[in-house]
Structure formats: C-alpha cells, structure tokens
C-alpha cells in the first residue's frame, strides 16, 4: 500500500464538508466567544479602580454580584475540560431538564450543543485576556478623562476601549486558533467536523496516512487563515 | 472675593493611616495657591480630594456650590469646573495632540467636532504647538506633552485647574517652556490655581499664597515671598534649604 493520490481526490468532497462545518463552528464560537468574554471580563472588574472610581450605594452589591458570578463562570469553564461540557450539554443537559421541569422531550442538536460548547468555551479564556489588557491600561489616562468631567461609559469606550483593545490581539490570536482545534474534540458528540469525517473514511478505506495528512493541512490552512486576519487587524491599527 | 474651593476640617485615610489630618482650606476666584512640602507630606492627596480623585474620609469639602459628601452624585459636575494637569502626563496615547484637546469639550461639553476642534486648535496655538497637532503624543517631547495636556485642560473651560508636580517628569532645559505657559495662564484667564511643585521661582513670581505641608499637615502659608523670606518652622526652613541647592 504506497501513497496513493487518487483516495485524496475521491475522499476530499467529505472531508471539504467537515471543514465547512468546523470553519462555521469556529466562527461562531469566535463571535459569540468575543461577546461572551468581554462581558464577563469587564464583569470580573466591575465596580474596581481598573474601570475608574469605585460605586457608592446601590451600585456597591450590584457590582460585587457581577463580579461574582463572571468569577464563578471562568473558574468553572477553565476548570473543567472542553469534552466534558460538551458531553455535559449534549447528553446531561437534557436529563436535568427532565428532572426538573415536567418537558419530556427536550434535546439539544449536536451541532448546536458544539457551537454553545465553543461560545462559552472561548468566552472564558477570552474573558481573561480581556481583564489583563485592561488592567494593564495606564491608570493616569482614566483619571485624566475623568478629571475632564467625562462619563465612565464614554472614557471605557473611546479610551480604554481601543488601547486595551490592541494590547488583546495577540493573546486573542491564540485563543481562536486553540478554539478551532478545540472543534475537533466534538467527534464525541457526533458532529460531523474535519475530524469527525476524516475518522469516518478512515474507518471505510484504512487509508490513515493519506486522510490524516490531508485532515491536517485542512486545519493548517484554516488557523493559517485566522493568524493573518489578526495580524491584517493589527497592522490597521496606530502604532502606539 | 468668594471662595471657590473650601476644605472644612478634612480628613483623608487609605485604610488605617491617615494622610491628611483636619485641613482647613478656602482658596478664592482667581486666587494661584502654590503647595510645596518634602514627598509623601499629602500634596497630591490633597489635590487629589480636591476633584474627588479621592474621597474625603471625614469633613466638608465645597467646590463652586457643590458639597461634598453630601452631593457625592455630582462628582463630575465639580470635575468640569476643576481640570488636572499630572506630573506624567497622561495624554491619550492613541490620539493625536488635536484629538486629545477637542476630546473633552466633544465628551464632557457635547460640543459638535468642528466646534471643538476649533477651541482645540486655538489652544494649541496658545501654548505654541499648532503645527504639531497632528503628531501623537509619542513622538513628542515632555515639555511638549506637558503643554498639550495644560490645552486639553483647559479646553473644557474649568473654573480652576490643579497642577500636581507637572514640571517634575521633564527634562531641566524643558521646565521653563512648560512654567510660562502656567504664568501665561494664570495672567489671561485669572484662573484659580492650585500648583503642586518645588519651583520656587514660580511661587514667588506667580503666586498669591504658598502653603507649606508635612506630614498631613498645612504646617505654613502666607505670602510667598515672606514665607520663603522668613520660615517660622525648622522643617520649612530646612526644607527651603534643600530645595534651594537643587
Ligand atoms: N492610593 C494610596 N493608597 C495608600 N496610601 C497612599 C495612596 N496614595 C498616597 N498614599 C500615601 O499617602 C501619603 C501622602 O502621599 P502623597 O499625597 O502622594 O504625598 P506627596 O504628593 O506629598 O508626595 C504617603 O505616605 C503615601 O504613601
Ligand atoms: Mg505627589
């Protein structure tokens, strides 16, 4: 059995579609990842010097709450491996609906239980490199908006916003490409991603060098993809 | 003359030390209120208070009718009226020496662009760098920074500004570029000034009152040349001692 180019041809329109499906997962995961992690990550800083002065009244336990809960969400989600949420909103998700609502039957579809995985997933780690960046911007250029009489809201927009914002790039650029090799491990859910079609011809043909080989320059190409839109974004950006 | 700023028997901590001990203060419209005393002594805490930076731990503080802690809600009408200038600068690194100035009177006095580019521009003449307004606050020299942050101050029309050290970061050939701009300011605008710094050439020339700290304490003040001229207390007269071979 030598390296025969004609089980690419044949096995390429399948394993095309998978990396469809992982390349649309990812995206997903990368945008709503992005949501899911700024929140949380202004949210573990809520109420604290990092985003200007600290609240008075009612504003003080709201805060501390926030904090609290985007706390409780990374540490769970960095806690715990991504193959195990997965499972767990695929398969245990339901169940626990059952247990404790009268809905009998209440599933997830895989593809959607891997894109939520992915989301929350990435949202956490993203929700770090969202605290640091910010944390990290000069504490002086705050106290200067604020000493202008401008609001929180705006200076966290047009100020710390953007600086923190280039600062996050390439920790970002990380996380998505780790993300979309994390869409792999959806095999286990049965969505049917790269990974999941290059197992499935393997399993019909036996032809493991020729599907892995092809399986991993698809995904050499596509986190390729990702790292130089990063670095397109960073380019744009104002050196500073 | 009223007094603008009015500190009655105020008290500041971070944690359990306190780090101004009942100041008594009022400063008058127009009034150049030049602060000196050895590091560490409160300057900047009490400046600081001053535009609610720090909250005051116990006591009164009354900027132009707002009293604090009781109208804590009003923070930033009291920073409207009292710009900063810090001794790092802290202009904004991503926007140009224009966009920093005409920031403020955009954001804090809803002003349109173009209405605030033009007190932006106008300011920047004044402290002499038009033809630098496109240039990012990287590619300029401390005193030039410094003078483009003393415009951005100034561009939102405060009643009073408040200089904490704001010659101390620059290189010496640098700090007279920066002084006369303060002079120029305190001349044209008769604005109220509370300048933190250890440039006695400027509190005798510029000032109306200097007051001396240490350690949480207004310790002495009167009029600056008198108060250089004749120090009551051992620890200004040393201090003026050490100041002087600098
Ligand atoms: N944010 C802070 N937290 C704790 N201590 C502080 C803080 N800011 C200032 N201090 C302390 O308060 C005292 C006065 O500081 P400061 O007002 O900066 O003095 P100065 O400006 O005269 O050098 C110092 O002992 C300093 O360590
Ligand atoms: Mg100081």
């Not at chain 1, 790269?194 to 991993?216: D, Y």
């Not at chain 2, 300011?185 to 050439?201: Q, S």
């Not at chain 2, 510029?206 to 620890?235: A, H, T, Y």
Request: hydrophobic residues 45%; glycine residues 8%; charged residues 20%.
């Amino acid at each position: 059995m030598g390296f025969e180019f004609s089980v690419i041809t044949e096995s390429l329109p399948a394993l095309l579609a998978g990396a469809k499906l992982t390349w649309i997962i990812t995206i997903l995961g990368i945008v709503g990842g992005m949501i899911c992690g700024i929140l949380a990550g202004l949210g573990r800083i809520a109420g604290t010097d990092a985003l200007g002065e600290e609240p008075h009244g009612i504003f003080k336990p709201i805060t501390v709450a926030i904090r609290y809960l985007s706390g409780t969400y990374v540490e769970t989600i960095r806690g715990t491996p991504i193959i195990v949420q997965a499972m767990f909103l695929y398969f245990a998700f339901p169940m626990l609906v059952k247990a404790v609502t009268d809905i009998e039957r209440f599933r997830i579809e895989a593809l959607t239980a891997a894109v939520i995985t992915i989301i929350f997933n990435a949202g956490a780690y993203i929700a770090e490199i969202v605290r640091g960046s910010v944390i990290s911007v000069n504490k002086g250029l705050l106290e200067a908006g604020m000493s202008l009489g401008i609001s929180r809201f705006q200076l966290i927009v047009h100020v710390i916003g953007p600086i923190a914002f280039r600062r996050m790039i390439p920790p970002l650029g990380n996380q998505f490409i780790i993300s979309l090799k994390d869409t792999s491990l959806f095999i286990v859910i049965g969505v049917g991603e790269l990974t999941r079609q290059g197992q499935e011809i393997m399993a019909s043909n036996f032809r493991a060098l020729e599907i892995w080989l092809t399986v991993a320059i698809m995904y050499l190409i596509m986190t390729t993809v990702l790292a130089m839109s990063l670095r397109q974004i960073e380019r744009k950006m104002k050196i500073f | 003359m009223s007094n603008i700023i009015e500190l009655k028997n105020v008290c500041k901590s971070f944690g359990e030390t306190e780090v101004l001990h009942n100041i008594d203060l009022s400063i008058q419209e127009g009034e150049v209120v030049v602060v000196i005393g050895p590091s560490g002594s409160g300057k900047s805490t009490l400046i600081r208070c001053i535009n609610c930076l720090e909250l005051i731990s116990s006591g009164e503080l009354i900027v132009d009718t707002v009293r604090i802690p009781e109208e804590r809600g009003r923070t930033r009408q009291i920073r409207l009226e009292v710009g900063m200038v810090f001794q790092q600068f802290n202009l904004f690194p991503h926007m140009t020496a224009l966009e920093n100035v005409a920031f403020g009177p955009c954001k804090a006095r809803k002003m349109n662009k173009s209405k605030a580019t033009d007190i932006a521009r106008n300011l920047l003449s004044k402290v002499g760098l038009a033809e630098f307004e496109n240039k990012l606050p990287g590619q300029l020299s401390g005193g030039q920074q410094q003078r483009v942050a003393i415009a951005r101050a100034l561009a939102v029309s405060p009643k009073v500004l408040l200089f904490d050290e704001p010659t101390s970061a620059l290189d010496p050939e640098m700090i007279g570029e920066v002084l006369d701009v303060m002079k120029n300011i305190a001349k044209d605008h008769g604005m109220t000034m509370v300048v933190v710094t250890h440039e006695m050439g400027f509190a005798a020339q510029v000032g109306d009152r200097l007051i001396f700290m240490d350690d949480g304490r207004i310790v002495e003040e009167g009029k600056p040349s008198e108060v250089m001229k004749n120090p009551q207390s051992e620890r200004l007269k040393d201090f003026l001692g050490h100041v002087k071979h600098h």
